[in-house]
């Protein structure tokens, strides 16, 4: 099934993936930085320059050996991503529910602070007021279509607002009042190339994997 979105004025088209998404064999995530070295061939020193927005999120999905019944629709939401066109969500399957306490309803506060796309830190409303370890490092979250990594643990003031520091950085500026998902959060991803392959063997089992990017 297909759906439509709208992302940064575009129409996005989001193929649902079969409902067996969350027991992939096996996930690799792989997340690159943009970063550019100068060295000093006089004195060794490293300059560094880091890309805001250039980082990224991308990976390998692995299913389990399938019947014919059970890869028939993988084959089918494979394809009918059309390649690298359509968009797919996914998240990671061992990082579903967050290892903080998420005492309250956070939502982004883009008012009191506003900041925009290619930030790595944004705010939120909405916490139980003076917590601690609401969000505790490499738990997820997930803002607008986007999954982020949360880079420290969240402690919110005694208005229930707290800063979050992120990574990737934000694609879109973040709507004040939108709802910051803490649990079962996925991000906006499409193939990394535009083939689609599999194996079938004398087992009559199928062996599907996919390579996936952030969708950008």
Avoid: C
Avoid at 7 to 33: H, I, K, M, R, Y
Avoid at 128 to 136: E, M, P, W
Wanted: hydrophobic letters at 40%; charged letters at 10%; aromatic letters at 8%.
């Amino acid at each position: 099934m297909i759906s439509l979105i709208s992302l940064n004025g575009n129409t996005v088209s989001v193929v649902s993936l079969p409902a067996t998404s969350g027991a992939f064999q096996s996930v690799e995530w792989n997340n690159t930085t943009a970063v550019a070295n100068v060295s000093s061939i006089f004195t060794g020193q490293v300059q560094t320059q880091q890309w805001p927005g250039a980082d990224m999120r991308y990976g390998t999905a692995t299913l389990p050996p399938m019947t014919q019944a059970q890869a028939r629709p993988w084959k089918a939401a494979l394809m009918q991503l059309q390649g690298m066109s359509n968009a797919f969500q996914l998240g990671d399957p061992m990082g579903a529910m967050p290892t903080g306490t998420v005492l309250g309803n956070p939502l982004v506060d883009n008012v009191t602070t506003p900041v925009g796309a290619g930030s790595q830190t944004f705010h939120t409303k909405g916490w139980a007021a003076s917590q601690i370890n609401l969000l505790l490092p490499g738990d997820y979250i997930q803002i607008g279509f986007r999954l982020h990594t949360v880079l420290d643990s969240v402690v919110s003031d005694s208005s229930g607002k707290a800063p979050i520091n992120i990574w990737p950085s934000l694609r879109e500026v973040p709507l004040d009042g939108l709802t910051v998902v803490t649990h079962n959060p996925v991000g906006l991803f499409r193939l990394a190339n535009n083939k689609v392959t599999w194996s079938e063997d004398v087992t009559k089992l199928t062996r599907l994997s996919f390579q996936f990017q952030e969708y950008r």
